[in-house]
């Protein structure tokens, strides 16, 4: 849509209190676009409430019509016992959201005390005079809260959604999303997905989706995460940490691209945050602990005892987390050789920082770039079973079809860094607009590999590609590494079967730990693994034998014998009920006759 039109818009917008007519219980209520509807989405959902100001429809879906939907005001709704859920249509091209000045004021950042879903939509994060809508587009508020966002291009927003005030029971789930040139703040912690900071968070689930140009994509910090599964997503120029290290329980972070990650590097001060204080890799990873690092607030109720000082049992022992990281690529482009060897200085071989953060002066040195694993994450994956790191490439071109960052760009963007890190002779104004794969104006709408278009209805329709070598697949699953609406394969993706194979691949891990002879045990299976109320062993035995089969902690102690028998040669399937077990690591050892062995076993809800 060309910019001069959206300037006309304030000539045919009728009057700001519009509101869209539904019956009172009608479940999807639509929204036509077009100037003369200007205002209608905010008004619409912030009316839907009677008198007393509760809302009428506290599920309802707030379907936008293909086309331009023009926002005056914020929205701003408490819906405590629902979701606000604004859908775009999926006929035609994804209806477009534009923050729009009307009368020298511009829309604020939408609060949102309720839960939160968006799909199929295209919204535009800066306003037509390039404003950003209160830092925030939407912040949602109060306790047991879901977020999902869902097919959605997001473009240029200083920060998207804002979760800080959830301070339990938060549920976040972001699908087949592009979230399109994040950093456009000078501060470098900007250009979040989700800045879910200092909460406890129940799941995130962050899968086929790509995050370019971005500050630090996923502001999770100083919190734990129960459940996080980090699948197929591609990052592509992240300026700072990808994710700011929460504290993982249960998380399977694959098949993702991380393209020039964290490109302005970690000095002192960064090293002195962390928990720790060691070095923040790629793959940040820390025991949950209450002293000082994650408060009892950041910690899921379930998690502590009655006086929340403690953690209980699984929590309390990293032997019994389940973290498996798998299949993921980290590369750096060439480009960005000058500035990690330092060449913009005279006073070190990489750059420096003068930052101050914990009282001491610079310069400081900065490292560059980002391990993909410090010793603390080494430490963690050789000492725990449950703790899983395989198949991952490092320091491969995986040959991106559109090129991230030139020679000439790289020379802008460390201009940028340099003055994030206060180096004092850094006087220079960078121009970072090329960099950035959209036009960077809110007044145009990109279409079928153009900037100037009316919308799109996939992101492969847009004028850059994420997509990479055929020869980078997945063990896991077959697909493409990284984000798959790149390519074709994103029709064929079923969400429930990459999770059945991730956690198929993570149990082939669990292998075999001690086999002091398998000719009397043949064709050996436990399942599932991980197991709930149910653990099932399946097997074959060539002779005769004496069986027992027992269960022990990680550190030994027996807490179960499931069979202790004689059993005749053959195929046997043994059914055991594991429902006063507690959550947990297990080694499962199987004897029979002279011939044994150790399998280790999850117990998972």
């Not at 410090?374 to 725990?384: G, Q, Y």
């Not at 492969?460 to 590609?465: A, G, K, Q, R, V």
Request: with cysteine; hydrophobic share 40%.
């Amino acid at each position: 849509m060309k910019s001069k039109f959206l300037h006309f818009i304030s000539m045919f917008v009728t009057s700001s209190f519009l509101m869209a007519q539904a019956p009172a219980n009608q479940e999807v209520i639509s929204i036509p676009s077009g100037t003369s509807n200007a205002g209608l989405l905010e008004t619409t959902i912030n009316g839907d409430v009677d008198a007393s100001g509760d809302r009428l429809n506290p599920n309802r879906i707030y379907l936008l019509e293909p086309g331009l939907h023009f926002m005056y005001s914020a929205i701003n709704v408490t819906n405590d016992t629902g979701t606000i859920k604004i859908h775009g249509s999926t006929v035609g091209k994804k209806p477009v959201v534009v923050p729009y000045v009307n009368a020298g004021v511009a829309p604020g950042s939408s609060m949102i005390t309720s839960s939160l879903e968006l799909k199929n939509l295209h919204i535009q994060g800066r306003n037509d005079q390039g404003g950003t809508t209160g830092g925030y587009f939407f912040q949602v508020t109060g306790n047991d809260r879901s977020i999902h966002v869902e097919d959605c291009l997001v473009e240029y927003p200083q920060r998207f959604i804002k979760a800080q005030a959830v301070p339990q029971g938060l549920t976040m789930t972001f699908k087949n999303n592009y979230f399109r040139d994040m950093f456009v703040s000078g501060q470098q912690w900007a250009g979040n997905v989700i800045d879910a900071k200092g909460v406890p968070v129940e799941s995130f689930i962050f899968e086929n989706n790509t995050v370019s140009n971005a500050g630090c994509p996923v502001l999770l910090q100083n919190q734990v995460v129960k459940y996080a599964l980090i699948n197929h997503n591609t990052f592509v120029n992240t300026s700072t940490f990808w994710n700011l290290n929460p504290y993982f329980y249960e998380a399977y972070i694959t098949n993702n691209l991380f393209y020039n990650a964290n490109m302005m590097g970690e000095d002192y001060n960064y090293l002195m945050s962390n928990p720790g204080q060691v070095s923040f890799p790629i793959m940040a990873f820390a025991p949950i602990s209450l002293d000082g690092n994650a408060s009892t607030s950041a910690i899921p109720a379930d998690m502590l005892n009655a006086s929340g000082d403690a953690l209980v049992a699984p929590y309390n022992d990293v032997a019994n987390y389940k973290i498996y990281v798998a299949d993921n690529i980290y590369h750096n482009e060439s480009s960005l050789d000058s500035y990690y060897d330092g060449d913009y200085n005279t006073i070190a071989t990489n750059p420096i920082s003068y930052l101050k953060w914990h009282g001491v002066d610079g310069p400081h040195d900065v490292n560059v770039p980002a391990n993909w694993m410090a010793a603390r994450e080494t430490n963690l994956f050789a000492n725990n079973a449950s703790w899983v790191e395989e198949n991952n490439i490092l320091n491969q071109d995986p040959q991106l079809a559109t090129v991230a960052l030139s020679t000439a760009e790289s020379v802008e963007l460390a201009i940028k860094l340099r003055k994030w890190y206060s180096v004092p002779d850094e006087s220079r104004t960078e121009d970072v607009s090329s960099i950035m794969f959209g036009d960077f104006d809110a007044n145009t709408i990109p279409g079928a590999e153009t900037e100037d278009g009316d919308g799109i209805t996939k992101f492969s329709d847009l004028i850059e590609d994420f997509s990479i070598a055929s020869s980078f697949v997945s063990n896991i699953d077959g697909h493409a590494i990284g984000a798959l609406h790149w390519t074709n394969q994103i029709d064929s993706y079923d969400s429930a079967q990459a999770l059945a194979s991730i956690q198929s691949a993570y149990s082939s891990t669990l292998s075999v730990v001690d086999v002091i002879d398998s000719d009397n045990i043949t064709s050996l299976v436990t399942f599932p693994n991980p197991f709930g109320n149910n653990f099932n062993i399946k097997f074959n035995i060539t002779s005769k034998s004496d069986v027992k089969v027992s269960l022990y902690t990680i550190t030994g102690a027996k807490v179960a014998t499931f069979v202790n028998d004689t059993l005749n040669s053959g195929s046997h399937q043994l059914n055991f009920d594991t429902t006063t077990l507690r959550e947990g690591l297990y080694l499962c050892k199987i004897e029979a006759g002279q011939y044994t062995k150790t399998f280790k076993v999850i117990k998972s809800e």
